[in-house]
């Protein structure tokens, strides 16, 4: 069973622009969630969908922006991307909400901000 | 919110050697999970383990529950164990991450 894949893999992007980031769920798993993994901060979680819908949402500016199609795929945006925002974007996908399911990472997109 | 401390910080270990990285939760969670991030960055599932004691090769975990902790153990290590390791809780509705391990195996 394939795993999580995310596109891209890097990205660089200017300052003031907007980006969109990809997420692909391994197959069956319903629920998608997003990281941000920066050296200062570590991992911190930005949202999780199911169900085409927003369940829960990090301590992110309204910047950060996601959604989930019927297929499970997820995608988040930035918009007036600022230095701040590069970091190693991670997605996971588990079977389900809630406890007792598992997380699986993707490899991440890697976004420079110059 | 949740704390998730990790000890140590950093590891220096020859190759063979064993090792023990501890993760301490400031609350009950659910679903704890340790990962190593491989050079590229992509979190690397090593085990599942609310409770108990599993075992995977040179890797072994175990879960104290009630006391809000979790061992990674590393035995024989080797040079491609190098990395780091992080520990992960759900609490809540997110997963809750330590700062991580940095373990470094030299030859």
């Known amino acids: 069973k394939a795993g999580v894949t995310q596109t891209p893999r890097y990205l660089i992007k200017t300052r003031g622009q907007q980006v969109t980031l990809s997420c692909s769920p391994i197959?069956?798993?319903?629920?998608v969630s997003w990281y941000q993994q920066t050296p200062g901060q570590g991992l911190q979680f930005l949202f999780e969908y199911f169900s085409e819908t927003q369940r829960n949402k990090g301590n992110f500016p309204g910047r950060f922006s996601g959604r989930q199609f019927s297929n499970s795929r997820s995608e988040m945006n930035v918009s007036t991307l600022e230095l701040g925002d590069s970091a190693l974007y991670l997605c996971?996908?588990?079977?389900?909400?809630?406890?007792?399911?598992?997380?699986?990472f993707g490899p991440g997109t890697r976004l420079t901000v110059t | 919110g949740i704390q998730v401390e990790q000890s140590p910080p950093d590891l220096i270990l020859q190759e063979g050697a064993n090792s023990t990285l501890r993760c301490n939760f400031s609350d009950s969670v659910n679903n704890l999970q340790w990962f190593h991030q491989n050079p590229w960055g992509q979190l690397i599932n090593l085990f599942y383990?609310?409770?108990g004691t599993k075992q995977n090769g040179r890797l072994s975990a175990t879960t104290v529950a009630t006391e809000r902790y979790s061992l990674l153990y590393i035995s024989s290590s080797q040079t491609t164990d190098s990395g780091v390791y992080f520990c992960?809780?759900?609490?809540?509705?997110?997963?809750?991450f330590g700062a991580g391990t940095t373990v470094t195996v030299r030859a």
């Open positions: 197959s069956g798993h319903r629920s």
């Open positions: 996971a996908s588990s079977l389900a909400l809630g406890q007792g399911y598992e997380q699986y």
């Open positions: 383990i609310p409770s």
């Open positions: 992960a809780g759900k609490f809540d509705y997110k997963l809750s």
